[in-house]
């Protein structure tokens, strides 16, 4: 095979043994984070039936997630990353763990404390792992290991909230978090033995914190040199900015209202369709689209036909479980080629020594936007009695509309090599 040839899915995981056991350990934890996710519903559900603290409780996740990004993404280009993957594992045994006790509606605050400080756990090793997988991979691997990782992941959303519902609804919450911290366990018996190469800047001899700011300033300053890389980065926002509502507060509790049983259920299922979606798009994506110079308008495009599935879902409400199930899918197989290219081609556009940093502020825009996009659903079920029909096609509508503005947004400045080494260097 040519060295430049890209490489097909079972080729890369029969070949390529590090990354395979990087791929596996990714898939363990991420399945187990699902029965975490669904039990959290669970039990704010039962202890105070509030739509509003569903909302919360994702906004309080993203926030986490996306607040300690800028000094994430600073840790992720100066210290070794292997070592982040592992310590946010660690770590995030003894908190799900710690939810063991939520007992009553009084536990529910200490429950969402604990689901931030594990949010931003994940962001630690969600930013680590995107970095270093240009490493693990070659050149000429790197497109079919991200399309592959996030059919990967989609399969793990697809099982994990199929089976975490079950499991919550059969054996209760509790069995969930126990299955959840033996995940992270296993994923740290993977990833030890795995090789991480990583080159750092020259000026590693300077004091991490004392020149912190300065190293994160450097980081937004070679986004902005580049106004492709300045759109890239917000490719993801685009969709989150009503996609966060839809799918972390519509779907949630669209479930017990389409008659489907406890929300453990209803969760499960639509979470189930959203698995299978996202996993077929990067496949079929990478498939119909391999060339990536049309990437960047591909991608609000595909913004906007996610959107218009989900208005087909608002239009459709009620008629029936299945047409919502497939038509949930089809929403997500597009949302989730939008992921996929935008990390793609930052992955190819960035140096390894900033890296970490550059998908620090794609992590942050993309939480601040699901953020305030679950924040808004949740307030507006909660206070202006919102239904779910009309919520989805209010979103849904915004969707299209983010879409269209990103495909007509057409950065013409070129690339300035001697303007990016410049602002890297100061």
């Known amino acids: 095979m040519r060295k430049n040839e890209q490489v097909g899915y079972l080729e890369l995981v ?19 984070q699902w029965f975490n996710l669904i039990a959290m519903f ?35 280009d100066k210290i070794h990353r292997k070592s982040m993957l592992i310590v946010s594992n660690v770590f995030s045994i003894i908190f799900v763990l710690c939810l063991l006790g939520v007992n009553d509606e009084g536990d529910i605050w200490w429950l969402i404390a604990i689901a931030g400080v594990l949010s931003f756990l994940h962001g630690a090793y969600m930013t680590a792992e995107v970095a270093i997988l240009p490493n693990i991979v ?29 499991v ?3 054996y209760g919450t509790d069995i969930a978090f126990l299955i959840d911290a033996s995940t992270f366990f296993v994923s740290i ?9 990583q080159k750092f800047e020259d000026d590693q001899s300077q004091s991490l914190l004392r020149n912190g700011f300065q190293n994160i300033l450097a980081g937004w300053k070679r986004i902005y040199s580049d106004r492709r890389l300045t759109k890239i980065v917000s490719a993801k926002a685009s969709w989150n900015i009503a996609g966060g509502g839809i799918a972390g507060v519509f779907l949630v509790i669209m479930g017990e209202e389409l008659g489907i049983g406890d929300i453990a259920t209803g969760v499960g299922i639509f979470y189930l369709a959203r698995g299978i979606g996202t996993g077929i798009g990067p496949i079929f994506g990478r498939m119909l689209f391999p060339n990536s110079d049309k990437w960047m308008t591909l991608i609000g495009i595909f913004v906007s036909i996610s959107g218009l599935f989900y208005l087909m879902v608002g239009l459709s409400f009620g008629y029936g479980l299945w047409l919502t199930f497939v038509l949930v899918i089809l929403a997500h197989t597009f949302s989730a080629a939008n992921w996929v290219f935008s990390t793609i081609l930052t992955q190819q556009w960035v140096e ?26 949740g307030w507006l079920v909660e206070y202006r009695e919102l239904s779910i029909q009309t919520g989805i096609i209010w979103f849904s509508s915004i969707m299209i509309g983010a879409g269209i503005l990103f495909a007509f947004w057409n950065p013409s400045e070129p690339v300035n090599e001697s303007k990016q080494a410049s602002l890297r260097e100061g």
Do not use: C, H
């Open 14 to 32: 029969r070949n390529n043994s590090d990354y395979r056991r990087f791929w596996l350990a990714t898939v363990v934890s991420m399945f187990g």
């Open 42 to 76: 669970v039990l704010i559900y039962r202890y105070t039936g509030s739509e509003l603290l569903i909302g919360l409780l994702l906004t309080i996740r993203m926030a986490f997630f996306a607040l300690f990004q800028p000094f994430i993404g600073l840790l992720a």
């Open 138 to 166: 070659a050149k000429n691997e790197l497109a079919t290991a991200n399309a592959f990782g996030s059919a990967s992941w989609s399969l793990a959303l697809a099982m994990g909230s199929a089976i975490g519902g079950f």
């Open 168 to 170: 919550v609804s059969a």
């Open 189 to 197: 018996l993977l990833i030890r033995k795995i090789p991480m190469p």
């Open 352 to 377: 390894d020594e900033m890296r970490g940093r550059v998908f620090s502020v794609d992590m942050l825009l993309l939480s601040l936007a699901f953020s305030i996009s679950t924040s808004v659903a």
